[in-house]
Protein backbone atom coordinates (compact mmCIF):
# COMPACT_ATOMS: atom_id res chain seq x y z
CA UNK A 1 0.00 0.00 0.00
CA UNK A 2 1.11 3.34 -0.77
CA UNK A 3 -0.31 6.26 1.18
CA UNK A 4 -0.50 10.17 0.49
CA UNK A 5 2.72 11.90 1.34
CA UNK A 6 5.38 8.86 -0.33
CA UNK A 7 5.83 9.00 -3.76
CA UNK A 8 7.41 10.07 -6.42
CA UNK A 9 4.43 11.59 -7.32
CA UNK A 10 2.86 12.14 -10.18
CA UNK A 11 2.21 8.82 -11.26
CA UNK A 12 2.71 7.84 -14.55
CA UNK A 13 0.91 4.44 -16.10
CA UNK A 14 3.59 2.73 -16.00
CA UNK A 15 3.97 3.32 -12.30
CA UNK A 16 0.71 1.39 -11.57
CA UNK A 17 0.00 -2.06 -10.87
CA UNK A 18 -3.49 -3.97 -10.98
CA UNK A 19 -4.74 -4.02 -6.77
CA UNK A 20 -1.72 -1.18 -5.88
CA UNK A 21 -3.31 0.77 -3.38
CA UNK A 22 -3.37 4.09 -2.42
CA UNK A 23 -4.81 6.05 0.62
CA UNK A 24 -4.99 10.15 0.77
CA UNK A 25 -5.11 12.11 3.56
CA UNK A 26 -8.23 12.74 6.21
CA UNK A 27 -10.21 15.88 5.96
CA UNK A 28 -13.30 16.47 7.86
CA UNK A 29 -16.75 17.59 6.31
CA UNK A 30 -17.84 20.74 7.62
CA UNK A 31 -21.05 22.80 7.36
CA UNK A 32 -19.70 24.86 5.34
CA UNK A 33 -19.11 22.23 2.95
CA UNK A 34 -22.93 21.09 3.16
CA UNK A 35 -24.19 24.60 2.65
CA UNK A 36 -22.27 25.86 -0.04
CA UNK A 37 -22.78 22.23 -1.82
CA UNK A 38 -26.58 23.05 -1.63
CA UNK A 39 -25.93 26.53 -2.66
CA UNK A 40 -23.70 25.06 -6.40
CA UNK A 41 -26.36 22.46 -6.76
CA UNK A 42 -29.47 23.85 -5.98
CA UNK A 43 -30.78 20.73 -4.06
CA UNK A 44 -32.24 22.16 -0.59
CA UNK A 45 -33.90 19.04 0.22
CA UNK A 46 -34.75 19.47 3.47
CA UNK A 47 -33.07 15.70 4.14
CA UNK A 48 -29.82 18.25 3.92
CA UNK A 49 -30.71 21.41 5.53
CA UNK A 50 -33.76 21.39 8.02
CA UNK A 51 -32.47 20.23 11.15
CA UNK A 52 -36.22 19.66 12.32
CA UNK A 53 -37.09 17.76 9.06
CA UNK A 54 -34.27 15.08 9.28
CA UNK A 55 -34.47 14.59 13.17
CA UNK A 56 -37.32 12.61 11.84
CA UNK A 57 -36.07 10.75 8.88
CA UNK A 58 -34.18 7.70 8.86
CA UNK A 59 -30.97 9.36 9.53
CA UNK A 60 -31.80 11.05 12.28
CA UNK A 61 -30.09 14.00 11.37
CA UNK A 62 -29.11 15.71 8.09
CA UNK A 63 -27.16 13.67 5.46
CA UNK A 64 -24.62 15.37 3.36
CA UNK A 65 -25.69 15.06 0.29
CA UNK A 66 -23.93 11.70 -1.73
CA UNK A 67 -22.97 13.62 -4.50
CA UNK A 68 -20.61 16.10 -2.43
CA UNK A 69 -18.92 12.94 -1.18
CA UNK A 70 -17.93 12.37 -4.15
CA UNK A 71 -16.93 16.35 -4.89
CA UNK A 72 -14.79 15.70 -1.76
CA UNK A 73 -13.42 12.66 -2.70
CA UNK A 74 -12.01 14.22 -5.90
CA UNK A 75 -10.50 16.80 -4.23
CA UNK A 76 -8.71 14.49 -1.74
CA UNK A 77 -7.29 12.54 -4.93
CA UNK A 78 -5.91 16.03 -6.32
CA UNK A 79 -4.66 16.79 -2.67
CA UNK A 80 -2.95 13.44 -2.47
CA UNK A 81 -0.85 14.62 -5.65
CA UNK A 82 -0.53 11.01 -6.69
CA UNK A 83 -1.46 11.68 -10.96
CA UNK A 84 -1.43 16.16 -10.39
CA UNK A 85 0.15 16.27 -14.04
CA UNK A 86 -0.64 12.98 -15.37
CA UNK A 87 -4.35 12.58 -15.46
CA UNK A 88 -5.87 13.31 -19.12
CA UNK A 89 -9.20 11.69 -19.45
CA UNK A 90 -12.02 11.12 -16.60
CA UNK A 91 -14.24 9.12 -18.44
CA UNK A 92 -17.05 7.77 -16.19
CA UNK A 93 -18.14 6.70 -12.65
CA UNK A 94 -19.76 2.97 -12.61
CA UNK A 95 -21.39 1.19 -10.47
CA UNK A 96 -21.58 4.06 -8.13
CA UNK A 97 -22.98 3.39 -4.71
CA UNK A 98 -23.69 5.27 -1.78
CA UNK A 99 -23.24 2.83 1.57
CA UNK A 100 -23.54 4.22 4.33
CA UNK A 101 -24.48 8.59 5.21
CA UNK A 102 -22.06 11.13 4.98
CA UNK A 103 -22.30 13.49 8.12
CA UNK A 104 -21.24 16.84 9.06
CA UNK A 105 -18.44 16.24 11.87
CA UNK A 106 -17.04 12.86 9.58
CA UNK A 107 -13.59 12.79 8.76
CA UNK A 108 -13.08 11.01 5.65
CA UNK A 109 -10.44 9.18 3.41
CA UNK A 110 -9.81 7.99 -0.32
CA UNK A 111 -9.49 4.58 -1.00
CA UNK A 112 -7.81 4.14 -4.58
CA UNK A 113 -7.29 1.01 -5.72
CA UNK A 114 -6.01 -0.33 -9.32
CA UNK A 115 -8.76 -2.68 -10.54
CA UNK A 116 -7.24 -2.47 -14.14
CA UNK A 117 -4.87 -1.32 -16.81
CA UNK A 118 -4.54 -1.43 -20.31
CA UNK A 119 -3.35 0.52 -23.30
CA UNK A 120 -6.22 1.80 -25.85
CA UNK A 121 -6.13 0.89 -29.67
CA UNK A 122 -4.73 4.42 -29.81
CA UNK A 123 -2.15 3.90 -27.41
CA UNK A 124 -3.14 5.89 -23.84
CA UNK A 125 -2.97 4.24 -20.76
CA UNK A 126 -6.58 3.39 -19.17
CA UNK A 127 -6.72 2.64 -15.71
CA UNK A 128 -9.78 1.53 -13.89
CA UNK A 129 -9.74 2.12 -10.52
CA UNK A 130 -12.04 1.16 -7.34
CA UNK A 131 -12.54 4.62 -5.51
CA UNK A 132 -13.62 4.38 -1.94
CA UNK A 133 -14.56 7.08 0.51
CA UNK A 134 -14.38 5.85 3.98
CA UNK A 135 -15.38 7.28 7.12
CA UNK A 136 -13.57 7.65 10.53
CA UNK A 137 -15.07 4.46 11.61
CA UNK A 138 -13.60 2.22 8.51
CA UNK A 139 -17.11 2.33 6.91
CA UNK A 140 -17.23 2.66 3.04
CA UNK A 141 -19.75 6.00 2.40
CA UNK A 142 -19.29 5.34 -1.50
CA UNK A 143 -18.38 3.71 -3.65
CA UNK A 144 -17.84 3.57 -7.70
CA UNK A 145 -15.47 2.46 -10.68
CA UNK A 146 -14.31 5.18 -12.75
CA UNK A 147 -11.90 5.17 -15.72
CA UNK A 148 -9.13 7.63 -16.19
CA UNK A 149 -7.25 8.19 -19.13
CA UNK A 150 -2.98 8.58 -17.81
CA UNK A 151 -0.25 10.14 -19.14
CA UNK A 152 2.32 7.03 -20.18
CA UNK A 153 6.33 7.85 -18.86
CA UNK A 154 7.24 7.07 -22.73
CA UNK A 155 5.42 9.97 -24.22
CA UNK A 156 7.10 12.82 -26.09
CA UNK A 157 6.89 16.41 -25.13
CA UNK A 158 4.37 16.69 -27.97
CA UNK A 159 1.90 14.25 -26.36
CA UNK A 160 2.29 11.71 -28.38
CA UNK A 161 3.16 7.94 -27.42
CA UNK A 162 6.88 7.08 -28.22
CA UNK A 163 6.35 4.12 -30.94
CA UNK A 164 9.89 2.79 -30.05
CA UNK A 165 8.87 1.82 -26.49
Known amino acids: MTTAGTGPFPLHFEDLATGLE ?22 WNPIHVDEEFARDSV ?17 LIFSAGWF ?6 LLGFDEM ?18 AELRITSTGRGLVTRR ?12 ETLSPILIARASERADGKADDAL
Open 22 to 43: LVSGARTVTETDLVQFAMLSGD
Open 97 to 114: RFRTPLFVGDTVRCRFTV
Open 59 to 75: FGRRVVHGVCGLAIMGG
Open 131 to 142: LELVNQRGDVVL
Open 84 to 89: STTVEA
